[in-house]
């Protein structure tokens, strides 16, 4: 297929281009030659060649000379001056932003856009020089610019990002400022006629890009400051409770070395007391997102304990996963005193409801769970799986063996009776795990969903001390009835053993009782005594 040439007078043109305009030349040079060739050969040996043969030869010529006019006049021909010899792979190059040279493995130059003009040094007398050459006299390019080379040498594409103090320039304004350059060499596939493989260097100026990276680098480092120095703790977890950032602030707090801190090297339950942490694992059952204030004990290293107030955000993933959390840290031991006696209250009230070993929950009308604490949570997990207890019914929870009296217990609850019988249940979830359940009504507030209270006791351990014993009580009683047994059996054959001795003494070895004597006595265990020896058997 023709390659159409293009003429665009927005872009300048190259400043090398020895492709088309080499060959050309050629091709009419030795057009040239052969056509003397020809009129020498005939001028000594026209008298040897036939005259028809020469005006065969002659009329060639003219039939092709006049196909080339009339092909000339259509426009299947034109003359390819300098001015509009740009083709389509010549304007891609002299259309890119950065500057260009095609050259051979070796360094010969065939083909240069005009931006490459545009960097000091690059033209020697008005004469590109090869981008290796370019950069010959700066020493911070020496290594970058030889792995370069010898990519192109090889064959190979290879980008090197050049630093250099001054630029290529070195002005003495800007003698102190970097500049950056990144430079590239890739192979070109082979084409028509061509003797040597060749490649393109590029070469482009990325200072100001490097700048603005540096300068959102800079902005970034400061705001981590600002983060890691803030008044107040900060740290973010992912879903399995992975702390994967903490602040400079919430580290000395817990007594942790900020510079062997390592993403994932902590979780929650390495800091968070108690069970905790399954406060921060959970995401609410609606999906939304909201932020929670948790009033809760941290671990420090040293094992104390530092009373603080959690503002905790949970993202969640686009597949509806939990994602990473947000968590800010206030120390409550360094609380203003001028804070409210009620606010005090609640957040001493706060502690004391996570942290009791006992089991709580509260329930909406129909069962639902609106809010537990740490010890709750860590019961009644999902097989396992850190799910979010909240908005769960909690009869689904529990064994359905259990479930007709828990309904029962739920609606004396709601109804404020004075007494509710305790539900002992099974959890659903393994069938080993026992609670005890007591319910009482809540103290109903204006737009609360709050009605029943849960208070839940692990009755596992004591579930399985109670069948150790009655496995016991069995053996036991087994025992006793084997050890009488045995007593009584022991009694008789002491009676058989005695009567038979007696029996042996009266009848002689020759009487025909004597032989069924003997072996009564045998089976007995025993033989009399006068008797026991061989000979007198």
């Known amino acids: 297929m023709a390659v159409t040439p293009i003429r665009d ?26 056509l003397v060739a020809l009129a020498a050969g ?55 932003p950065f500057g260009a040279v095609v050259a051979d493995r070796d360094g010969r130059i065939s083909y240069v856009n005009a ?37 192109a ?19 003495q304004a800007e003698s102190n400022r970097a500049f950056w350059y990144r430079v590239g060499v890739r192979p070109l596939p082979p084409t028509e006629g061509e003797t040597k493989p060749k490649v393109i260097w590029t070469v482009e100026d990325i200072t100001r890009d490097r700048d603005n990276n540096e300068s959102a680098f800079r902005d970034l480092q400061r705001a981590i400051d600002y983060l890691d120095h803030s008044p107040a703790g900060f ?17 000395d707090w817990l007594g942790y070395d900020l510079a062997e801190f390592n993403s994932g090297q902590l979780s929650l339950r390495d800091v968070v007391h108690g069970d905790g942490a399954t406060l921060l694992m959970r995401g609410r059952g609606d ?15 040293n094992g104390t304990t530092l009373p603080v107030r959690l503002l905790h955000r949970a993202a969640r993933m686009a597949d509806g996963e939990l994602g990473e959390t947000r968590t800010l840290v206030l120390d409550m031991t360094s609380a203003p005193d001028t804070e409210e006696a ?9 502690r004391f409801f996570n942290d009791t070993p ?15 604490n740490a010890p709750f949570g860590r019961i009644f997990h999902w097989s396992g799986e850190e799910k979010s207890l909240e908005l769960q019914p909690l009869i689904d929870l529990i064994g359905e063996g259990s479930r007709d009296r828990f309904a029962r217990a739920i609606a004396d609850a709601s109804a404020h009776r004075s007494a509710v019988e305790p539900v002992d249940a099974l959890l659903s979830a393994e069938g080993e795990h026992a609670v005890r359940l007591y319910l009482s009504g809540s103290e109903t507030l204006s737009g609360s969903p709050e009605q029943v209270n849960v208070y839940a006791l692990d009755m596992t351990d004591q579930r399985k001390l109670e069948a150790q014993f009655a496995q016991s009580q069995k053996m036991q009683a087994v025992g006793q009835l084997a050890g009488g047994v045995a007593h009584d059996f022991n009694n008789l054959l002491t009676a058989i053993i005695g009567f038979s001795d007696l029996l042996l003494l009266k009848h002689k070895p020759g009487d025909p009782s004597f032989s069924e004597l003997m072996i009564t006595a045998a089976i007995s265990g025993r033989c009399a005594p006068m008797w026991c020896s061989s000979s007198r058997w």
């Open 9 to 34: 007078d927005n872009y300048p043109e190259p400043l090398v281009d020895s492709g088309r305009g080499g060959y050309g030349l050629w091709r009419v040079v030795a057009l040239g030659l052969a």
């Open 42 to 96: 005939y001028a000594m040996f026209g008298d040897h060649v036939p005259l028809d043969l020469v005006m065969t030869f002659v009329g060639l010529l003219a039939v092709v000379g006049v196909f080339c006019l009339f092909g000339l006049a259509a426009g299947l021909f034109r003359f390819a001056g300098s001015e509009e010899r740009r083709t389509t792979p010549h304007a891609i190059v002299d259309s890119l």
């Open 115 to 151: 931006h490459y003009g545009s960097f000091a040094g690059a033209l020697n007398n008005g004469v590109p020089v090869g981008v290796p050459r370019l950069f010959a006299g700066q020493s911070d390019a020496s290594e970058a610019i030889y792995r370069l080379s010898r990519a």
């Open 153 to 171: 040498k090889d064959g190979r594409s290879a980008v090197e990002d050049i630093r250099l103090i001054g630029g290529l320039g070195g002005s």
């Open 235 to 251: 740290f973010s977890a992912d879903a399995r409770g992975r702390i994967q950032y903490l602040n400079s602030t919430l580290a």
């Open 287 to 301: 999906g939304e997102i909201r932020t929670e204030i948790i009033d809760i004990d941290l671990v420090r290293r």
């Open 342 to 350: 009620l606010r005090a209250a609640e957040i001493r009230f706060s």
């Open 358 to 372: 006992f089991a709580i929950a509260t329930l909406d009308s129909q069962g639902r769970i609106i809010r537990t």
